[in-house]
């Protein structure tokens, strides 16, 4: 997919201005937050799970050579068809080849964020193919042809009223007004695709690599429809989601579902081993695993590695107040909030995506919500530091940096400095002790607000006096 | 080069420069696949078939219970009658010595295709954790009973309700061994929330689940 991730600051106050968006936006905010809350507090270990999880990750992530080479001797052993690939371009073709061989024309997909890297589906419509999403909320993306704004609840952006008008227009049906009926006339629209389709495409929340298998999460169904009905399963991933064994499956299950949804358990948990059987019934009768790269041994060697434990559940966005209110798009490519912020930069390039691992507080929400532990906004310093570093931040910022350095770096200039400053600042604060106006950086952040006027004395001040007052004994 | 060694090769230096020991070592990866090391698990005080019933429930699954099999179809035809449901469907071949005529229900004992108003499958056990079905795709238990009618009623026994997923692998390990094509982990009726996070039931699978625990 094409980044966008430039026009964050541009995009992010479009957004913000959007009163349609804000009332889509306000309705969501919170719900998942207090949705995880309740699965959370219902039991009484889930940090103990938390810390467990983020150290399997760990492991798995130092031993990945070993456990992908263990899984692909499984899964090949259970007659799965494993391919690797190392680019976008590469992985896209190899399911365009496979399709070609079969002789495939209508290709279904359960959802897959990788298959939204790779931009897949416009590559197989180019290539002559007919594909549909079936998450209800990837097809209502499909159909707008928009691009997902949350990893787990793509068409979040979208009212019912926007949905109800593009239903109709594309169903050539007449316009509805309940939730109820809209998705069960998407469930009508999509099920005979089901049943006719040559190839179902599915991505993999993990792999198992004690017995060679792929699973996915669901609630729809659409994940197991794509993975029995048609003849021919392909399923993408990334190869940092292998995991070694069924308990760990479990434990990772406990924390995933959880963190996302709030539930306890997703619908349909789907554990897939090889194709169809001898005598079965159902099931594709062929089934390939593309293992693809795409950065991930990249980001695997530099300082963001942490990043690679993620397993997609979407908490940290739910949490973040940025992404609470400028809502996915703003972020410009495939993943949103907090864990964007550090992907994007890593996959697509930190020069094109400058202004992400800034829009943000640091205020940590993300990274107590991660159900891995993923040091959220560690990493968007270290992305911040690594801006400077490569001289990528505005003239103004470095030459402002620099300045504050030399003075802070004095301390008696910096003492004199800013005695002057809090001074002047009480004088221009006024009766009403507010700061309407600052000057350079300072005029984006006043121009929403008012800043509380400083007191008149630096804190240097009030510290030596106040240890002269009470004595050298109770100040260190 | 192969994109296979490409990335294998490329783990390899990325792992040796971040880790200042190494990785595990061959062995170390080995006992822990082999070794099936539990993560923690939430205190499971409860009682099993209560915690199982409690939290179908919560998963909008109906719940019922019977003393044996030979009930099943008159509980099936109950369940049916009261939902203003019709009273066909299919079932998986180990039900259809069941006297389901009896009941006053047409139940044959072949897949599910789409038309298919009603599937009825057993199941390889339950999870009381959740109150989730485990079942296995094979020749005579078919995925798609579970999947593509608009009902699902799904028999367990009592004594196959097992406390968490770890205990229902385990279970497996001892019955079974290999996985078969696809496990599925049933919870409830299908269901999505994608349209301005309101719930809604039969996204795709089936609009209700029906679980029936036989005792005996």
Not at chain 1, 301 to 329: D, F, K, T, W
Not at chain 2, 18 to 35: E, I, P, T, W
Not at chain 2, 50 to 68: L, M, N, W, Y
Not at chain 2, 145 to 170: K, Q, Y
Request: charge should be neutral.
């Amino acid at each position: 997919m094409h980044a966008t991730s430039t026009q964050f600051k541009k995009v992010a106050s479009q957004k913000l201005a959007d009163p349609k968006l804000q009332a889509t936006l306000a309705n969501a905010k919170g719900r998942f937050v207090v949705a995880r809350s309740d699965a959370v507090h219902d039991i009484d270990n889930f940090e103990e799970m938390r810390e467990a999880a983020a150290q399997l990750r760990d492991h798995c992530l130092d031993n990945l050579d070993v456990y992908l080479e263990e899984w692909e001797r499984k899964a090949t052993a259970a007659g799965a068809i494993v391919h690797w690939a190392e680019s976008a371009e590469q992985m896209n073709q190899l399911i365009l080849d496979i399709a070609r061989d079969n002789e495939v024309r209508k290709v279904i997909k359960s959802k897959s964020m990788l298959g939204e890297e790779t931009g897949l589906n416009e590559y197989l419509e180019n290539g002559g193919l007919e594909v549909r999403e079936t998450d209800l909320g990837e097809y209502i993306v499909q159909q707008a042809k928009e691009h997902p704004s949350h990893i787990i609840a793509p068409a979040t952006h979208k009212s019912k009223e926007d949905i109800a008008k593009l239903f109709a227009e594309k169903h050539d049906r007449p316009q509805l007004e309940d939730i109820t009926e809209l998705t069960h006339e998407a469930r009508e629209i999509l099920r005979p695709h089901f049943l006719d389709a040559d190839m179902g495409i599915s991505g993999a929340n993990f792999l198992v690599a004690e017995t060679g298998s792929t699973m996915i999460v669901t609630n729809e169904g659409n994940g197991r429809m794509t993975t029995t009905m048609p003849r021919v399963h392909v399923a993408i991933t990334g190869i940092e989601k292998c995991i070694p064994t069924l308990e760990d499956l479990s434990l990772m299950l406990r924390v995933l579902t959880r963190s996302a949804t709030g539930q306890p358990i997703s619908n349909y948990l789907s554990v897939t081993t090889g194709p169809k059987r001898d005598g079965d019934t159902d099931g594709p009768e062929q089934f390939h695993v593309i293992l693809v790269d795409v950065g991930r041994t990249r980001v695997l060697g530099s300082n963001l590695r942490e990043a690679l434990r993620c397993i997609r559940c979407g908490s940290c966005m739910n949490h973040c107040p940025v992404y609470q209110n400028v809502g996915g798009h703003a972020y410009g490519w495939v993943y949103p909030g907090p864990i964007g912020s550090v992907l994007t930069p890593a996959y697509v390039g930190v020069d094109k995506a400058i202004d992400l691992p800034n829009a943000a507080t640091l205020c940590n929400q993300c990274g107590v919500a991660c159900p891995v532990k993923i040091p959220l906004p560690d990493l968007m310093r270290k992305l911040r530091e690594k801006q400077t570093e490569l001289g990528l931040k505005s003239v103004w910022e470095r030459a402002g940096l620099r300045t504050w350095t030399w003075v802070a770096t004095r301390p008696v200039l910096y003492g004199l400095l800013t005695k002057v400053a809090v001074r002047f600042g009480k004088l221009a604060g006024g009766k009403d002790r507010l700061l309407h106006w600052l000057p350079f950086a300072g005029k984006e952040w006043t121009s929403e607000r008012d800043l509380p006027a400083p007191s008149g004395k630096t804190f240097r001040e009030i510290y030596a006096a106040r240890a002269r007052r009470d004595g050298e004994a109770n100040v260190r | 080069m192969s994109a296979r060694e490409n990335i294998l090769n490329r783990i390899r230096a990325a792992n040796a420069s971040h880790l200042k020991h190494g990785a595990d070592g061959a062995q170390q990866v080995a006992s822990r696949l082999n070794d099936h090391v539990r993560g923690p698990l939430p205190r499971m005080k409860w009682q099993r078939i209560a915690r199982f019933k409690k939290c179908s429930i919560e998963a909008a699954t109906t719940v019922d219970q019977v003393g044996s099999r030979t009930d099943v179809p008159a509980a099936v035809a109950d369940y049916l009658a009261k939902n203003e449901l019709p009273k066909t469907g299919v079932c998986w071949p180990e039900l259809a010595t069941l006297d389901w005529s009896g009941a006053g229900l047409e139940i044959e004992a072949r897949p599910a295709n789409a038309d298919d108003k009603s599937g009825i499958t057993g199941s390889f056990c339950g999870l009381a954790e959740t109150g989730t079905l485990m079942l296995l795709s094979s020749e005579n238990t078919a995925a798609t009973t579970s999947l593509l009618p608009d009902t699902h009623i799904a028999l367990v026994s009592a004594s196959r309700i097992v406390r968490c997923m770890e205990d229902a692998w385990d279970l497996f390990r001892k019955e079974i061994g290999d996985l078969p094509r696809q496990v599925n982990f049933v919870s409830g009726a299908s269901r999505t929330a994608d349209i301005e996070m309101t719930l809604v039931y039969g996204a795709h699978g089936p609009f209700r689940v029906h679980v029936i625990i036989v005792d005996e």
